[in-house]
């Protein structure tokens, strides 16, 4: 199933987002810098939202089709969405993105977990804030 989620993410994310970013062109000479930062911004999260989703739903969907889950979860789904969101919003924080090392990447992983589960504490998509689920994402990725 995590093959799937990936699969489906990966492009899911990159064909939104070439989406956007056509969108985004199309309009950029009647856009200031800073709306031109702010829609990319936006647009790259928005593509991270879209393929999160799209990957817990295919994921879920073969799961419960196999066996391998008991039922569908839209609440896993949109938690994937808050992840997705604040994954791809970190990913273009000045400084996380100025160098692409493994630090980096550990403070990204850390940052985007506290802040996800945070907001998903906030909106009641979790009961409360896991130490637990939070020290895997230090380590960074693997």
């Keep these: 199933m995590v093959i799937i989620a990936v699969v489906v993410t990966v492009i899911t994310e990159g064909a939104t987002s070439e989406l956007l970013a056509e969108s985004i062109m199309s309009s ?11 829609a990319a911004a ?9 393929g999160a989703v799209a990957g817990s739903i295919a994921s879920q969907a073969v799961g419960v089709a196999i066996g391998a889950r ?21 990913g273009g924080w000045a400084p996380l993105a100025s160098e692409a090392t493994v630090g980096n990447a550990i403070v990204r992983s850390a940052v985007g977990n506290a802040l996800t589960q945070g907001v ?6 979790q009961a409360s ?14």
């Design 70 to 90: 008991d039922s569908f979860s839209w609440k896993g789904v949109a938690l994937a969405a808050v992840s997705g969101g604040v994954s791809s919003g970190l």
């Design 28 to 38: 950029a000479g009647s856009m200031s810098a800073a709306e031109f930062a702010t």
């Design 42 to 50: 936006v647009s790259n999260v928005a593509a991270g939202v879209a």
């Design 120 to 125: 998903a504490v906030a909106t009641g998509l």
């Design 129 to 142: 804030f896991s130490l637990k689920s939070w020290q895997p994402a230090r380590s960074g990725p693997g």
